[in-house]
C-alpha cells in the first residue's frame, strides 16, 4: 500500500514512490474509444463515506503501459468513471475538449477539473507527466456540463472569502479563506478550489498560525497540502500526525479532528464530495 488510513483519516504523499510493482496500468471500458489502457496508477485513497470517492497518483513515461519509447503518450478519454479533479505535479501536456476544440496547454501546478463523460484528447508530452487525481461519481444527479475548467495552484483572485461552516458539536465555525473553482459536479456535491491561513487571516492568530475543530459536515474531503505544515489530531483515536507541503490528506466526513495551521502561511488544494446533492 502507499497510503494508510487511520479511522477516517487517510494520509499518502506527491512524492511517493513505490516499486514499479505497486504501480498498476490504468485500464477502462471507454464507450466512446473502446478498451483503454494508460499510463500507471497507486491508489492513496479507495473509498468515501458515499458514491464513489477514489484518489492517488497517475503517470506516463518509458516502459509505462500505453506510452511511445520517448515517454509520450496520447490518450483520448471521455470521463466514464466520474467527475475528476487534478493537480499537475510533472510534465507538459496539451489537452483539446473535442466537442469545441478548444485548446489547453498544462504544466507542473495546472489544476484541471471536469464532468463525467466530457471528451477530451491528451497529448503528452515525453519524457513523462505525473499528476494527482481525485475521481468521484454518485447516483444522485446533479449540474450538467460539458467542459473542462482550468486553474492553478498559484491562483490569487485578489478577493478570499472565509471560510464559514457549522460544526454539529461546536456552532458556528469561521478559519481560513477559499478561493472556489469548482462548486457543482455532475452527480451529488461537488466542490474544489484552494484554501489559505495566514496573517490577517479570518480564524488566525496574529502570527497566521491557528486551530479549529473540524469534522468535514460538508462531506469527504480530500486535500494536497501545497505549502505550510500543520498538525492533526483525530479526536476518535487520539493519534495525531504532522503535515507538510507535498502530503496528501483524507478526512472521511463526520471524523472529528483538530487541525492546528503551524506556520505563518498554510495552503492546501482541496475536493469535497457528498452523494447528497445540494437542495439550495
Given amino acids: 500500500m502507499t497510503s494508510t488510513t487511520t479511522r477516517g483519516l487517510y494520509r499518502g504523499n506527491r512524492n511517493i514512490n513505490p516499486p514499479k510493482d505497486e504501480w498498476v496500468p490504468f485500464a477502462w471500458e471507454d464507450p466512446k474509444h473502446g478498451s483503454q489502457v494508460k499510463g500507471e496508477v497507486v491508489f492513496i485513497r479507495a473509498e468515501g463515506t458515499s458514491g464513489t470517492l477514489m484518489s492517488g497518483l497517475w503517470r506516463t513515461g518509458h516502459e509505462i503501459a500505453g506510452c511511445r519509447e520517448d515517454g509520450s503518450c496520447e490518450v483520448v478519454y471521455s470521463a466514464p468513471l466520474g467527475d475528476e479533479t487534478m493537480v499537475i505535479l510533472e510534465g507538459t501536456a496539451d489537452i483539446t475538449e473535442t466537442a469545441t476544440g478548444k485548446k489547453h496547454r498544462i504544466g507542473a501546478g495546472s489544476i484541471l477539473s471536469h464532468p463525467k463523460h466530457v471528451d477530451l484528447h491528451w497529448e503528452i508530452h515525453s519524457p513523462f507527466l505525473k499528476k494527482f487525481w481525485v475521481m468521484w461519481d454518485s447516483p444522485n444527479p446533479a449540474t450538467k456540463t460539458d467542459h473542462l475548467i482550468t486553474a492553478t495552484i498559484s491562483d490569487d483572485p485578489g478577493t478570499w472569502t472565509p471560510f464559514e461552516w457549522d460544526e454539529p458539536e461546536h456552532g458556528h465555525q469561521t478559519f481560513g479563506e477559499l478561493f472556489t473553482i469548482r462548486d457543482t459536479g455532475s452527480t451529488g456535491t461537488y466542490k474544489c478550489g484552494l484554501w489559505r491561513t495566514g496573517v490577517g487571516v479570518a480564524g488566525c492568530n496574529p502570527d497566521g498560525t491557528g486551530t479549529t475543530r473540524y469534522t ?41 479532528i483538530t487541525w492546528t495551521s503551524k506556520t505563518p502561511y498554510v495552503k492546501k488544494f482541496w475536493v469535497i464530495t457528498n452523494e447528497d446533492t445540494p437542495t439550495a
Fill in 216 to 256: 468535514a459536515p460538508l462531506g469527504d474531503e480530500t486535500i494536497l497540502l501545497l505549502e505550510g505544515q500543520v498538525h492533526v489530531k483525530n479526536e476518535d483515536t487520539g493519534e495525531e500526525f504532522d503535515f507538510s507541503a507535498g502530503d496528501v490528506i483524507g478526512f472521511s466526513s463526520g471524523t472529528p
